[in-house]
Nanobody
Framework: QLQLVESGGGLVQPAGSLRLSCEAS????????VAWFRQAPGKEREGVSC????????HYVDSVQGRFTISRDNTKNTVSLQMDSLKPEDTAVYYC????????????????????WGQGTQVTVSS
């Protein structure tokens, strides 16, 4: 079974932290570019962060730069998103997506056609 599963979401107060994990089953995640997306009610899906297959290069949307950190743990076949200094506007369903590293898509990473998507995990930032 080839799938991605997100975990770690929940309810947190403003300025709090959460760590999301994206675990791959049936394939090796370090062969894939991995991105985190989020979708808030009534809003379009937004690319949050992306990490290359090597883990050396990372990208973040401006609104989370300096607050979120994406990383890989290849021994666990996971990619994590550490979310610090959370704000109410971070509230959304967060999804991870994976694209095989041998793909050569055009355009920006948040517009790529990813091979696999997780089911999403809810993050709610509220007092």
């Amino acid at each position: 079974q080839l799938q991605l599963v997100e975990s770690g979401g929940g309810l947190v107060q403003p300025a709090g932290s959460l760590r999301l994990s994206c675990e791959a089953s049936g394939f090796t995640l370090d062969e894939y570019v991995v991105a985190w997306f989020r979708q808030a009610p009534g809003k379009e899906r937004e690319g949050v962060s992306c990490i290359t297959t090597s883990g050396i290069m990372t990208h973040y949307v401006d609104s989370v730069q300096g607050r979120f950190t994406i990383s890989r743990d290849n021994t666990k076949n996971t990619v994590s998103l550490q979310m610090d200094s959370l704000k109410p506007e971070d509230t959304a369903v967060y999804y991870c997506a994976a694209l095989h590293g041998q793909s050569n898509p055009r355009g920006t990473w948040w517009e790529w056609a990813y091979d696999y998507w997780g089911q999403g995990t809810q993050v709610t930032v509220s007092s």
